[in-house]
């Protein structure tokens, strides 16, 4: 992993525990609108696909943790959203809670009901995720997204 990997990833676990711990800070209105309209709208560019619109939502530096505990940032994402490997059918968001630093920095927790699959195998399911957003140039882009996959007790 390179410098600037590293110090992507110790960011992304680091802020979310400090903008979480303030507690009792709302969000701006405007803010969490538009950060969950990034959401909807990326759920609705992975699902037609539309790599060339998820590319807009996603800054240059974009680093991903998926929830097989693979990395990729914004280049591999896209080529695997463009060829084909990334296939997802439908991505249902519910329990969304934004969580806001401030006006140029947003933090998002939600849960996805996902139908898809990666490679050939298939990666349906429940998923808990935490994406981390920065406003740049006026545009929200995505700037770390975390999954983790839920496990349904039997």
């Known amino acids: 992993m390179n410098y600037s990997k590293l110090i992507a990833l ?22 969490e609108k538009a950060i969950i309209k990034i959401e909807h709208d990326m759920s609705a560019a992975l699902t037609k696909p ?19 505990g693979t990395t990729q940032g914004k280049a591999q994402f896209l080529a695997d959203l463009k060829s084909g490997k ?11 809670k934004v969580h806001a630093a ?3 920095m947003a933090i998002v927790t939600y849960r996805s009901t996902d139908k898809g699959s990666y490679d050939g195998h298939d990666l349906s399911g429940q998923y808990r995720w935490l994406d981390v957003f920065a406003k740049r140039g006026g ?9 983790t996959k839920v496990e349904v007790a039997k």
């Open 139 to 147: 545009t929200w882009q995505f700037i770390v997204s975390e999954g």
């Open 10 to 31: 110790l960011f992304a676990l680091a802020l979310p525990a400090a903008v979480l711990a303030q507690g009792n800070d709302a969000p701006n209105p405007d803010v």
């Open 50 to 68: 539309d790599a060339d619109a998820a590319a807009r939502m996603l800054a240059d530096t974009f680093y991903a943790v998926n929830p097989d």
């Open 102 to 104: 401030d006006a140029d």
């Open 86 to 96: 990334f296939k997802l059918e439908s991505n249902q968001l519910d329990d969304m």
